[in-house]
């Protein structure tokens, strides 16, 4: 089947209203997990920089990308202890608001609304925990990473590309290529035959793809 990704805003009625619900969500599970650690949570991704996508033609809707970060700086607790007491927590909470129970994938857990009757995915939201911190004097971020075939959660360092994206994406709107990029991401959405190559992945790829062609090659 042929994708169909259409832009919707982040002031859609509808992505309003389950971004609301997300709050009331988080909010709650901090206060579950208060007597062992504290986060703070940020908006990534596609929300962050209103390019929110869902394709007409699928059973997925549209999706979120939300960062937790721990305060745990003494290691208090080990990457196993800090992700199930998260899921466990949003599992106490996230069926009142329509969600079914959380799924650990590697890099994130994921909840979803379903639509059982029409066997489609209304909207998700993926939460990947994170730990902010410095190594020889640089800013790095680490993500809890889940290994299925052992079973094991480890922290691990995001990559090079990550970092980089920042200032390429700074370096695009400076020279009037947002419009441009966006209309390469929803491109690179359409043509994509690869079920496991994720949005962010394609956002990379889409951003990449325009600085070589602009004259970026740092």
């Known amino acids: 089947m042929r994708h ?35 986060f703070k949570f ?15 033609n699928s059973n997925i809707g549209f999706d979120f990308d939300i960062n937790i970060e721990v305060n745990d700086d003494d ?3 080990t990457a ?8 466990n927590a949003l599992n106490r909470v996230i069926t009142k608001y ?13 909840i979803k609304v379903v639509d059982h009757c029409r066997s489609r995915i209304v909207y998700s939201c993926d939460f990947a925990i994170v730990h902010n911190g410095s190594k020889n004097g640089k800013a790095i971020q680490q993500h809890i990473h889940f290994n299925k075939v052992t079973q094991t959660y480890l922290w691990c360092e995001q990559s090079h590309g990550y970092y980089m994206l920042p200032s390429k994406i700074e370096w695009l709107k400076k020279n009037g290529l947002w419009q441009e990029l966006r209309d390469h991401y929803l491109y690179k959405k359409n043509s994509n035959t690869d079920p496991n190559v994720h949005s962010r992945t394609l956002f990379a790829i889409a951003v990449q793809e325009m600085c070589q062609k602009h004259g970026y090659y740092r």
């Open 4 to 38: 169909d990704f259409h832009y919707i805003s982040k002031n859609d009625p509808q992505v309003k209203k389950a971004f609301s619900d997300l709050l009331d969500i988080l909010h709650q599970t901090q206060n579950l997990v208060r007597d062992k650690f504290t």
């Open 42 to 56: 940020t908006p990534v991704g596609s929300y962050s920089r209103n390019m929110i996508t869902y394709d007409a």
């Open 75 to 77: 290691e208090n607790y």
């Open 80 to 87: 196993q202890q800090i992700r199930d007491t998260i899921r």
């Open 98 to 110: 329509g969600y079914s129970h959380a799924e650990d994938s590697t890099r994130v857990i994921t």
